[in-house]
């Protein structure tokens, strides 16, 4: 999956961009994972956590 990201990438990408490519393909692995395991919540749930987090 790396070494296909990496060739889509023009000849003068930096490094960062690289490694953020990378990260990004990760989360989705991860993310894909967790589906898989059944690791997940409801929408509301999330909104509930997110009005808690950013509640002051």
């Given at each position: 999956m790396v070494l296909s990201a990496l060739h889509r990438l023009p000849d003068d990408v930096e490094f960062k961009d690289i490694a953020e490519e990378v990260a990004f393909l990760a989360a989705i692995q991860e993310g894909q994972e967790d589906l898989i395991q059944g690791r997940l919540i409801s929408n509301e749930e999330m909104?509930?956590?997110?009005?808690?987090?950013?509640s002051v």
């Open positions: 909104k509930k956590r997110l009005d808690s987090w950013t």
